[in-house]
């Protein structure tokens, strides 16, 4: 199954702003781990970017986690790019 790369940006204040959603977006990322769909996903250590590897069938259906995601949803995630990535390691 092909394997997609996210690269998003978060809004400013990402900390104070995201604690609202935060659990319910955690449990949404845990779901999606367990269904073998989400293989990782974090933030970088100056939270300005999110990072994460998807295994789906197409890039229509990451596009679709993505946007239905709170932190989407409410401007936590500002920007996105997804990109088909081909593991050679």
Not at 19 to 29: A, S, V
Not at 32 to 55: H, N, R
Not at 64 to 72: A, F, G, H, R, T
């Amino acid at each position: 199954m092909p394997k997609y790369i996210l690269f998003g940006t978060y809004c400013d204040n990402v900390l104070e702003k995201r604690e609202p959603y935060r659990t319910d977006h955690l449990e949404g990322i845990k779901k999606q781990k367990e269904a073998g769909i989400v293989m990782t996903i974090g933030l970088t250590q100056d939270l300005t970017k999110v990072f994460g590897i998807y295994e789906a069938e197409n890039e229509e259906m990451v596009r679709k986690l993505i946007e239905s995601d709170v932190y989407w949803l409410n401007g936590i995630w500002i920007e996105y790019e997804v990109k088909e990535w081909i593991q050679v390691f």
